[in-house]
């Protein structure tokens, strides 16, 4: 756990890590520490905090660069503009810059312009030089997650593994961030291992938790998954992660038919109405109801209060996940105006502009905006030719494989709903040799037999899914 022991005593001129610092005053510091494990643990107002250090301290550079450099996570319009603040005013102060400092300087200029493979890289030259730059760590770890580099999401963290251990501070939400980056690339066990390890450290890290949950997702242990989240909940529940915790808690429950519990769940933590919200609640709330939509499940009157948040982002254009994610609402609410926005947007954006969400909107994020239309209007045909071709290109999109998985989900059930009953017996064998635990990949298994008129295989496949269930 971080803290400011004697053992962990800054040199002059660095932080508690050792990593240089130009503005060496110590109450300043000690305040950038703050925000800075507010940001790792998602806890209180990692920006709030920092303003404050800034009142107090306003030409402490490192302190407008970790404020221009969480922003760039917000991944929200609204977020923009205080972004593209702090930066300048980390600018005015560019000649007191140590070589560190200039490259979070320069990375944050790249993420401005829209090129964020090249903010990436800028943060990575931090972490050559100085690889207990645990900000620089963060946001290239973080920033890999958005765009969907499933191997940088575990090779940043390794090229620095070796260089940390528990005694340094920060230790655990290296651990946290490793694990993530191993389970993307399919290395459970390591994963888990590393995620646990983690929580050992400080069992109040929820991204550790997020970590073990996604490996437990992608082995199909439900019970155990379930069993996971609910012994943590008491202290992952505050976090500021809490509503993707929850997330991660319903699809356990789902991939077991257990829609009723998905609701409630949905009801007492990611139904954010009447609340300020942010743009990560809304993502999964319409992420959940999208996968009870595909299972045929009535939400009633939820998808027009998730409607009424996404809609004045319809024509942000900012970054093709959250379009995605936006569209679903509209086509299930049935706004046609707001499809067509959102869609127009899109397609003026993709002609003319040239930064790094343009390919992400292109090869992805418009053929899936296309594709959840065609779906909502009972397309089925149209969705299926739209998704078949990028099906093994969705990592662009960014985000995770579980949160991916919508896209393949969607592919299977157009292809049954369209009768095109031998692609989606290839599809849904797919998904149960993947996870052969989840009763939800055995019933679709059974509809594409029963589809082709092999009731035997059929029966079998709903057998094997009772016995699940039964389980």
């Known amino acids: 756990m971080m803290d400011g022991s004697s053992r962990n005593a800054p040199k002059p001129g660095h932080d508690i890590r050792g990593v240089p610092v130009s503005y060496a005053h110590p109450d300043a510091l000690e305040g950038l520490e703050r925000a800075l494990e507010m940001s790792l643990a998602f806890r209180g107002d990692a920006v709030g905090e920092i303003d404050r250090v ?70 990575e030259k931090a972490l050559v030089l100085h690889p207990r730059d645990l900000l620089a760590l963060e946001l290239v770890h973080l920033t890999d997650v958005l765009l969907g580099d499933v191997a940088g999401q575990r090779d940043a963290v390794a090229r620095v593994f070796t260089l940390w251990d528990e005694g340094v501070p920060g ?65 992952w529940g505050s976090s500021n992660f809490a509503n993707h915790l929850w997330w991660h808690t319903a699809l356990f429950h789902l991939d077991i038919e257990e829609a009723e519990r998905v609701m409630a769940i949905y009801d007492a933590h990611l139904n954010s109405e009447g609340k300020a919200g942010d743009r990560y609640e809304e993502l999964d709330a319409a992420a959940l109801l999208w996968r009870l939509n595909l299972c045929g499940v009535d939400v009633g009157a939820r998808w027009r209060h998730l409607a009424d948040k996404w809609e004045p982002a319809a ?11 936006a569209m679903m609402a509209f086509a299930a609410d049935d706004r046609q105006a707001a499809q067509t926005a959102l869609l127009t947007a899109n397609e003026r954006y993709v002609e003319s502009a040239s930064d790094a969400n343009v390919a992400m909107s292109r090869e992805i994020g418009m053929p899936f905006c296309l594709a959840i239309r065609d779906f ?78 092999d009731r035997g295989r059929a029966d079998r496949a709903e057998a094997k899914a009772d016995s699940l269930i039964a389980g």
């Open 54 to 123: 800034l009142a107090e301290h306003p030409d402490f550079l490192m302190g407008w660069l970790f404020k221009a450099g969480w922003l760039t996570q917000a991944m929200e319009t609204r977020i923009y503009g205080e972004m593209v603040a702090a930066l300048a005013e980390a600018e005015k102060r560019a000649g007191m810059a140590n070589e560190r400092e200039r490259l979070h300087m320069a990375a944050v200029r790249a993420w401005v312009r829209g090129d964020f493979f090249g903010a990436v890289q800028e943060w």
């Open 171 to 235: 230790y655990e939400f290296v651990l946290g961030f490793y694990s993530f980056g191993l389970e993307e690339n399919r290395d459970f066990a390591l994963a888990e291992e590393m995620g646990r390890q983690a929580l050992c450290i400080r069992p109040d890290n929820p991204y550790a938790v997020h970590a073990v949950s996604h490996v437990m997702e992608m082995n199909g242990r439900q019970a155990g998954g379930i069993r996971f989240m609910r012994e943590h909940e008491a202290r």
């Open 315 to 325: 024509q942000d254009t900012l970054y093709a996940f959250n379009d995605v994610h």
């Open 376 to 453: 909502q209007k009972g397309a089925y045909g149209a969705c299926v030719d739209r998704l078949l071709p990028v099906r093994y290109m969705t990592h662009r999109l960014g985000g995770s494989f579980a949160q991916r998985d919508v896209i393949g989900w969607t592919l299977l059930e157009s292809a049954l709903r369209a009768k095109r009953f031998d692609l989606a017996l290839g599809l849904a064998n797919e998904r149960a040799m993947l996870k052969p635990t989840s009763a939800q990949n055995w019933r679709a298994v059974a509809r594409a037999f029963r589809g082709l008129g």
